[in-house]
T-cell receptor, first 115, second 110 residues
Framework: DTGVSQDPRHKITKRGQNVTFRCDPISEHNRLYWYRQTLGQGPEFLTY????????KSRLLSDRFSAERPKGSFSTLEIQRTEQGDSAMYLC?????????????FGEGSRLTVL | AQRVTQPEKLLSVFKGAPVELKCNYSYSGSPELFWYVQYSRQRLQLLLRHISRESIKGFTADLNKGETSFHLKKPFAQEEDSAMYYCASNYGGATNKLIFGTGTLLAVQP
């Protein structure tokens, strides 16, 4: 499968613990996005990378959240001191700059449950 | 603020019946609108874009700027159309930052 892959698919953690999610985009895609989806809602934009540069962060991304994309390949999303409100599906997507506008390729998501 | 509204959480129709999934948007500039679909146990994927004026799997969507709507339509629903449908607006231009609606679950009954 050459699509966007995310790891782990499921993570259960206790409140206050740190968690990290990894996303491997489609290899030739230079753009990478993180979204969060809670029950009954659509995906909400968190942050966006073009190559290794993080170009935008949503106000939803508190100081406890940090995302990186070293070398412009895979990306990690770390949540420090998790809270129950962080429980959600974290979706990664990638796209090719200059490709079809609005076409994001999504991974299957990483589901976080904070107890 | 940019917003995409999908008023129906669930739309249930019988096979062969027409389908219309509603989407309204608020946007101050020239909107770029999309429909994404998520079939059971599959990842979210692009269905169609308004600028392409295309028909995908029998679905079409027309941008109505006067009503600020982008409803998704299909004349004859099939059971395999059952899925979660999200309307989305691109407010980031070339950066592809999408705002999604809350989604409508389409259930096509046999």
């Amino acid at each position: 499968d050459t699509g966007v892959s995310q790891d782990p698919r499921h993570k259960i953690t206790k409140r206050g613990q740190n968690v990290t999610f990894r996303c491997d985009p489609i290899s030739e895609h230079n753009r990478l996005y993180w979204y969060r989806q809670t029950l009954g809602q659509g995906p909400e934009f968190l942050t966006y990378f073009q190559n290794e540069a993080q170009l935008e962060k949503s106000r939803l991304l508190s100081d406890r959240f940090s995302a990186e994309r070293p070398k412009g390949s895979f990306s990690t999303l770390e949540i420090q001191r998790t809270e129950q409100g962080d429980s959600a599906m974290y979706l990664c997507a990638s796209s090719l700059g200059g490709g079809r506008t609005g076409e994001l390729f999504f991974g299957e998501g990483s589901r976080l449950t904070v107890l | 603020a940019q917003r995409v509204t999908q008023p129906e959480k669930l739309l249930s129709v019988f096979k062969g019946a027409p389908v219309e999934l509603k989407c309204n948007y608020s946007y101050s500039g020239s909107p770029e609108l999309f429909w994404y679909v998520q079939y059971s146990r599959q990842r979210l994927q692009l269905l169609l874009r308004h600028i392409s004026r295309e028909s995908i799997k029998g679905f079409t969507a027309d941008l109505n700027k006067g009503e600020t709507s982008f409803h998704l339509k299909k004349p004859f629903a099939q059971e395999e159309d059952s899925a979660m449908y999200y309307c989305a607006s691109n407010y980031g231009g070339a950066t592809n930052k999408l705002i999604f609606g809350t989604g409508t679950l389409l259930a096509v009954q046999p």
